[in-house]
């Protein structure tokens, strides 16, 4: 006897979309047949043709604060938003936290504080910083699913960036044990060298962070991970100049992946107001050609991910009050909002919510190493999402899960409406208690 089946005329599965009836026992997936299939089962739920059972989403790439700057956001408010939103596995990144994910004991308080608080299945990133190359071992032992570094300064203090020296040293660490280094990657002499970002103007703030502050850095990890024969990832790609390289490395067979966020699929920087600092983010949204280019590096396969890259911060901190992009927090919320953004642009651009799952679930959970996530498959975890893509709704910050309801995409019509979420073939109710699973490498 199932414990649940889904009869659904679209389901997108590995092979595509179709009508299929999920069967689910124990939290996992263990039948995929035709939609009359004589399955039993204590549940069974019938969807109608308007809503896509879809894989529930994988971010691997939300800030989430918490402890140190939990004002900012914390492990049950991310995650709501993430349930919210479609998405039923995040990785957390090892900064804004104080203090930052660089060492076994700080992974351990990071993990007592979400220990019972996460309504999703919760992962951690490691840091790779100055001073810590003995560290990446042991954070790897306990289970981290790998380690983000910077090559410019992060914003804060306690997370500083690896010199060109230290990236090929740390590199080579990994390479030794199999482990991923996730890279922020901009150059820290050019963007110097840029025009300050001072005053309420957007293109002085994109002036200040060039594009080639981007393919400089990339071109440099590139290079890297060629000679130490790294697996690298590039985190939050702004700039598709970069995009020939890229593809030129992994035809190569360079170890490196690429992810981009909603955020720069979205908007344009010549529709950004002055004074919009909810806008700021680093690398920085560009212009509307840019935007073009980068879709379609997602067609050509230079671009392999879409991931939130969702960093809030208190309000005071985007400095409304003077709107001046060179003091305020960059960081875009949008962890609720990353499906919904994704899919009322992808329709647009031809590409259907197969690509969308591929992006967002399937490949992400590959990049982390997810064995059982990203994919409506057998064996898989019933980590589901409920998506009514033809419905349409517009966006009210403060209706959303997130702490603080500072977001760009404030009164925008963004297509599709998630349903709801299902994290191991239970439906995740917000108004009961969290029952997310904090993960570790190897063991999910």
């Known amino acids: 006897m199932l414990d649940t ?13 179709s009508a299929r009836s999920i069967g689910i026992r124990d939290g996992r997936i263990v039948a995929i047949e035709p939609l009359d299939a004589p399955l039993e089962a204590r549940r069974t739920i019938e969807l109608g043709d308007d809503v ?43 900064l804004n936290s104080i203090p930052p994910t ?12 979400a220990e019972g608080a996460v309504f999703v299945d919760t992962g951690f990133w490691g840091g790779a910083v100055p001073g810590n190359l003995d560290d990446l071992r042991p954070l790897h032992d306990a289970g981290v699913f790998g380690f983000k570094c910077f090559l410019l300064h992060s914003g804060v203090e306690e997370f500083q960036p690896l ?21 922020h990657a901009e150059n820290s002499q050019a963007i110097d060298r840029a025009p300050a970002p001072a005053g309420e103007q ?19 990890v590139i290079e890297a991970a060629r000679y130490t024969r790294a697996r690298v990832h590039i985190l939050h790609l702004s700039s598709s100049d970069a995009l020939p390289m890229l593809i030129s490395a992994k035809r190569e067979g360079v170890l490196i992946t690429v992810e981009t966020c909603p955020h720069y ?25 840019n935007r073009e280019l980068l879709w ?9 991910m879409i991931v939130s890259d969702h960093s809030p911060s208190t309000p005071e901190l985007k400095r409304f009050d003077i709107g001046d992009f060179g003091v305020a927090w960059g960081g875009i919320a949008s962890l609720q909002l990353g499906l919904r953004a994704v899919w009322s642009q992808a329709r647009v651009h031809g590409f259907s919510l197969v690509d969308v799952a591929e992006w967002m679930s399937a490949r992400t959970a590959l990049l982390a ?38 977001t760009p995409y404030d009164g925008m019509a963004l297509a599709g409406v998630v349903r709801e979420t299902w994290l191991a073939g239970t439906r995740i109710d917000l108004d009961a208690p969290p029952r997310g699973r904090l993960l570790t490498r190897g063991a999910a």
Not at 65 to 82: D, H, I, K, L
Not at 265 to 288: H, M, N, V, W, Y
């Open 5 to 17: 089946v889904f009869r659904a005329p679209r389901v997108i599965t590995v092979v595509g979309e």
């Open 52 to 94: 896509v059972l879809m894989p529930g989403l994988v971010d691997t790439h939300v800030h989430i604060n918490e402890p140190g700057r939990t004002e900012w956001e914390g492990f049950e408010t991310a995650t709501r938003a993430a349930a919210a939103g479609g998405v039923t596995t995040v990785i957390d990144m090892p």
């Open 102 to 113: 660089t060492t076994v004991e700080a992974l351990e308080i990071k993990r007592k504080c």
């Open 163 to 183: 010199s060109s020296g230290e990236l090929e040293q740390y590199l080579a660490v990994l390479q030794d044990f199999g482990a991923l280094m996730i890279v």
């Open 202 to 220: 957007y293109r002085r703030f994109l002036a200040s962070r060039p594009r080639g502050a981007e393919n400089m850095a990339i071109a440099e």
């Open 265 to 289: 699929l979205s908007f344009s920087a010549e529709a950004i107001p002055d004074g919009a600092t909810q806008f700021k983010c680093c690398p920085p949204i560009r212009e509307s050609a």
């Open 296 to 304: 379609q590096g997602l067609r050509d396969g230079g671009i392999d």
């Open 369 to 406: 190493g997810l064995s059982r996530k990203g994919r409506i498959a057998l064996g898989y975890d019933a980590d589901l999402c409920l998506f009514a893509p033809d419905e349409a709704q517009v966006v009210s910050g403060a209706a959303l899960e997130h702490r603080h309801p500072v």
